[in-house]
Every structure is written in structure tokens, then in C-alpha cells.
């Protein structure tokens, strides 16, 4: 193998596939970054068995030529030291070339590095996924869905399926679920499909992989292809495949967890009410669950406080747009409320209790996309 | 107390003096920050033992009120609450209120918090220091020196003096030095002092003092004084008193650790030694041990290289401004060059070899102000 390529762009793909690499695997080729030279371009793939991230750079495209080709090959290079080494590199070109013994070279201005390398025939095959059912949304979408569910995933192992993010579809209507039993986040979408109806369900995606994925997706219109099989999960967008394993186990049907009524309802601005929680919270976190109180007074104001024995307690109160209903007093932990509002980017949220000992809901008030559900905590 | 005062000139001076409380303290006052109305103003203090910050806010200045102080008193509260509760306190001024059993009451627009305090009795007093030993230097070169030192102070207690940095005079020469005896930083001021001349030798300040004031001072040239006497050293400046206790214990001569010849000297630019260090530690750091390999080349050349039985090796060419007298190879820790290229402002950077075996020294090339020293490892 022997080629020549514009550094940033290498540089670009060895980032993003170096995501997927971990460095605590048994397996000791996933520890490295597999470069592969064809007539067409170079091919860079890491992988941690559950997630796996292919980044093809293409030897020309309309705005310039990225790579001279001089011979096509194989090669796997330690993950750990390559994309630190590429990112340091002096010249606008890096020249790499494998000898025997997969002694690599790699070039740039007057500097040489010379690497051991790996077999690159023993690196695992990336699956080739049947396309059959397909879907495709903007990856400036597919990121803000990400990112206001994926939080709420469980880090704890006792159920594995809620460690993950499950989508489901309804005709065009795809949503993105996540719960760890005490507080639940969804947030739907319209899709593009074609041929098949789609019949998305149950597909449980790693709460970890949504977060990798978040992070190589940008803040553009253009879409992403989504492929979805028993097992697997495929992202495409611009030169990268994304693959993540699923789940396995039966999601928890969540659509009749959310009541349909409420007793109190009020509307609030997701600022103030962000702010007032901080400030509890800095008490209530001492105290280490994290309970915060929270009553109806008068007229549309609400008061947050919160007490601990050993600092002292908190109150305050907030002016409502509205408040309508029954008086309430109810305790929750204020951490997991902070949590959604920080992803709520409406100015006003709609808040729907139904008992002080029942679930409550809260939603953008100015659309029906998004929704965030809580259990209250008893505090006697 | 009771009192009402500006929210940010307040927070600023919780900031200060919190950077003296630690929480790992065995005297439990000390994880508090003690606060003193008087009728000139609000003094806070907080400490540690070794360090001790003390913040003075006027009632008022030329610019504008800051304190309404309608009852004189004092209260010490506890510094990790504190310090993060009048950060969020959303309105623009705070009232502070203290009933019997040091129960405080803060007020800030329609948050209330009401704190549990500590008696102001048992707070340590601030040592009153006679100042027959006192020189002033500007903020921001206080600043630079500090930076430009500290870094290589020991991290090992078995000789806790070189824990520290060493101040010295000869006239009005400030010099700081820092060394743990595999190399050593050196940088040189000029001072201004009053009334008797000065004679300052064996002031060994804590190397986290120095880290802590270095945060507190701002980039003006505003002066600081400084007041040194046997076993402590106190920063004045603007509102701030910052106390330091002194090591004990013989720091070395280091003057004539020095040497005064050379048998090979180049000049190199800064940026580019620097940058070929950091690709060459990529695998020497593998190795833990941080060796680089350096040599002269025909001409003005120099290669520096680097060597991982595991993952590779790596060599590089620099182009010197000048290279004279004697062939050289030497190893030495490249971490410890980085270091000191780091804190050197100039562009150019001389060098001066002594032999394989001896200590080499560093200095900026457009000044003499600073120097660092440094022993070459031994690879054979």
C-alpha cells in the first residue's frame, strides 16, 4: 500500500472512525484503525463490536483531488497513537507506505514516523445489512432527537433494554423513547420513506451508540438514510456508515404510562423555572436525593424550597402565565426535571399534574413533538 | 449584621477568598468564610493555614455605592454552599441578615435562603505583619514570573524546600528560582522598594501559594507590594490581602549550578522545537519515560528522535538559525524542554550545550531576564 493524501481530510476520517475505537477491548485488533487503499479512494474503519464507524474519502471529488494513489493495500495502525500522530503532523500532505511485515512509513514535511502495524486481514468484516426497511430524516433533526431523549436512558444494568433509546413508527411519525422508570422522554418526528410501509418497533438502540452517533452528526439539512434490521443498525450520511448493535428484550410499552387528563395545569417560563431548581437544588443535593417541593400558592404563583438538616433551606416563588385547577402540594426529584427543561428549547413549558401521588407531565407549550414524563417522589 | 450589598462586587470577593478554603481541612471553621460588616464596608476571609485571602469591599467609592450597612456584626458560612448560592442569586443586590444562634438569612429578588452559620469567634485571626521588608512589583509581571517558575517546582515531599519557589535580591534584582534538581527555572525583575535597602534570600513560597495568586492577579500593571518576614509573606493589592506561609528549610545555591561555557550553541526557534517535541513524546510518553534522542546534523541542522519498541520510532529535522562549535548527541526529558519552550515568549530560543554529560541551559535569545537548566538523561 502506498498513497498520498491532503492531511485535513485524513485527518477528519481517522476522528471520526477513532470514536468507535475503545481502548478497553479483548479483542486486540479493535484497538487499531484499518486503512484500506483501493483504485477509488481510502477506507478507514474502527470498530468496539458494538458500535463500528466506516469513513470512505474519495480519491477526487468536483472541488479537489484528495489522494494520489501509487498502490492500493491494507494496513492496521494502533488507534491510540495514529490519530494523535495524523493530527501532528507538519506538511499539508502525509505520505503513507506499507512495507513487509506491515512495517508502515508515514511522511510529512521533515518529519518520518515509522509504525507497527497489524495484520490487516484479521480485522473483522463490517455486516452487509438487507435494506428492507429504510427510512431517512435530517441529521440536524436526527441530532436534536438524540439529544433530548438520551439522557434519560438507565445507566444501571438491572434492565438492560432501558439502557437504550427505542424507536417506533406510526405511518410517518417516528418516535424516540427513553425511561428509567422514574422519568420518561419522547420526542417525535416526520420521516421520509420509500417502497414497504415501514413497521418500526422494539428497535432499541445503545444509549452510548446515540451518543457517539450525536456527536459526528452535524448541524445541516442534508439527510440521513436509516436502515434497520433484526440485529442492526445503519446510519449513512455524506462518506460515513454508522453501525450499532441493538438491544435485545422487550421495550416496555410506554403510550398508556401517559395519563390523558390532569387536576392542575399550569404554564410556566422554562427559564425561571430552570434557575429556581439550580438554586434548590444546591441545598437538596447535599442531602443527596435530590427532592425538591414544590406547592401552588395564590393567584399564578408557585413556590419551589427545599430543606437540608445540615446547611439550612430554600424557597421561592415564581409568577406563572397560568395556573388552573386544584391546589397542590408534590415533591420530585429536581435533577431529572432540570434535565428536560435543559432540552426544551420553548420559552414556556405546559405542565400537567394529575395528584400529588401520580405522574406529571411536561411539554413545549408551543408544540406537541416532545414530551417528558416524572413519578413524584413521597416524602412521608 | 445586616446589610444590603451590589450581587457582583460581592461574588467577586466570595470567589477570592474562597480560592484559600479547601475542603480537606481537619479545623472545621476553616471550611467556612467568615464575613465582617463594619461601618467602612464588608471584609471577607478565607483559609486554609497555609494560604490566607482576605477581601476588603468599601461601603462606597468614587464610582458608586456598594453597601448599605444598617447593622455592623459578623458570621462565618460555610464556603462550598456559599460560594455557588450568591453566584445564582438572580437579583441585582443581596441582603444578608444574621438573628441569634448565627442563623443567616439571604435575600436576593423572591429567593430566600436561610443558612445554618458558624460562630465568628472561633475563626482564626490574620497574622498583623511588620513591614521592615517591603518591595512592589507590577501585577502583571508578578503574574509572568510566577507562571514562567512555578512549573518546575518538585512534586515530591522528600525535600518539601524544593517544593517551593525561591525568592532572592541583589539590589533592586527580584529573582525567582524553581528547581527539583533535574532542572531548574530562573527568571529575573526589577523591583521598587522603600526606606532600607532590601535583603531577601531563603524565601521559599509554596509552589500552590504561588498557583493560587497567579489566578487572583490581573493583567494590569497595577503594583503589588510585597511584605516579607521570617516565616510569612503577604501580597497586597487593590482590595486584597493575600497571606502565604514560607517553607522552611535551606533552599540550594543554585548560581553555581550555571555553567559559564560552552562547547556547542545554536539558536532555534521556539515554535518548532516545541511542536517537534510534542510528535516525538507521542511514543516516548508509550515508554513512560519521556527520552528524546538530539543531534547536530551537517550545516544548521538538528535531528530529534524518538523510540517505542512497541509501536515505532520517529525522526525529525529542524533547520537552526545558527549551530557552532562541537558535534553533539544528547538524550534528555522532553517533557521537561516542553515545559520551560512553553513559558518562553520569544521566538528564538539559544542554546547551550556543555557536553553529552553536563547540564544544558535554555534561554530566550532577545533577553537575559530568564533561564532554564537542565540535566541530559544518560541512555547507556
Redesign the interface.
Known amino acids: 500500500m502506498h498513497f498520498v493524501i491532503h492531511r485535513e481530510t485524513f485527518v477528519q476520517g481517522v476522528q471520526h472512525v477513532n470514536k468507535a475505537v475503545s481502548t478497553r477491548t479483548t479483542i486486540p485488533i479493535l484497538t487499531g484503525i484499518k486503512i484500506d487503499a483501493s483504485e477509488e479512494g481510502v477506507t478507514l474503519t474502527g470498530s468496539d463490536s458494538d458500535i463500528s464507524i466506516e469513513s470512505f474519502i474519495p480519491k477526487a471529488d468536483e472541488e479537489k483531488d484528495y489522494i494520489d494513489i501509487k498502490e492500493t493495500g491494507s494496513i492496521v495502525l494502533?488507534a491510540r497513537?495514529f490519530a494523535?500522530?495524523v493530527k501532528?503532523?507538519?506538511g499539508e500532505e502525509i505520505e503513507l507506505l506499507v512495507q513487509d511485515q506491515f512495517a508502515?512509513t508515514l511522511r510529512s514535511g521533515?518529519?518520518?514516523?515509522?509504525?507497527?502495524g497489524l495484520d490487516p486481514e484479521e480485522y473483522p468484516r463490517l455486516p452487509n445489512l438487507e435494506e428492507n426497511q429504510t427510512f431517512s430524516l435530517p441529521q440536524n433533526l436526527l441530532k436534536d432527537m438524540i439529544r433530548q431523549t438520551v439522557f434519560a436512558v438507565s445507566t444501571q444494568e438491572t434492565r438492560p433494554v432501558l439502557t437504550g433509546v427505542n424507536l417506533e413508527n406510526e405511518q410517518d411519525q417516528l418516535s424516540c423513547t427513553a425511561t428509567d422508570s422514574h422519568r420518561l422522554a419522547m420526542r417525535k418526528a416526520g420521516i421520509e420513506s420509500e417502497g414497504e410501509p415501514l413497521n418500526i418497533s422494539n428497535v432499541v438502540i445503545p444509549g452510548k451508540s446515540m451518543s457517539e452517533l450525536r456527536q459526528i452528526l452535524e448541524d445541516t439539512d442534508e439527510r440521513v438514510d436509516i436502515v434497520v434490521t433484526e440485529s442492526q443498525v445503519l446510519f449513512k450520511f455524506r462518506h460515513l456508515l454508522f453501525f450499532s448493535r441493538l438491544l435485545d428484550g422487550k421495550y416496555p410499552v410506554t403510550s398508556n404510562m401517559i395519563p390523558d387528563y390532569s387536576k392542575t395545569t399550569m404554564e410556566v417560563p422554562t427559564k425561571d423555572l430552570l434557575?429556581?431548581l439550580?438554586?434548590a437544588l444546591?441545598?437538596s443535593k447535599?442531602a443527596k436525593n435530590n427532592v425538591i417541593n414544590f406547592k401552588t400558592l395564590e393567584g399564578r404563583d408557585i413556590e419551589i424550597s427545599s430543606v437540608s438538616a445540615?446547611?439550612?433551606?430554600?424557597?421561592?416563588?415564581?409568577t406563572c402565565h397560568s395556573v388552573e385547577g386544584e391546589e397542590l402540594r408534590i415533591s420530585f426529584n429536581g435533577k431529572n426535571i432540570m434535565d428536560a427543561l435543559k432540552v426544551i428549547d420553548s420559552e414556556v413549558v405546559h405542565i400537567m399534574f394529575t395528584g400529588a401521588m401520580s405522574p406529571f407531565v411536561i411539554r413545549p407549550s408551543d408544540h406537541d413533538q416532545m414530551l417528558h414524563l416524572f413519578s413524584p417522589v413521597r416524602t412521608y
Open positions: 494502533q497513537f494523535d500522530i501532528k503532523l507538519p508502515a521533515s518529519v518520518v514516523f515509522n509504525l507497527n434557575h429556581s439550580e438554586r444546591l441545598l447535599e445540615e446547611v439550612g433551606k430554600v424557597t421561592e416563588r415564581i
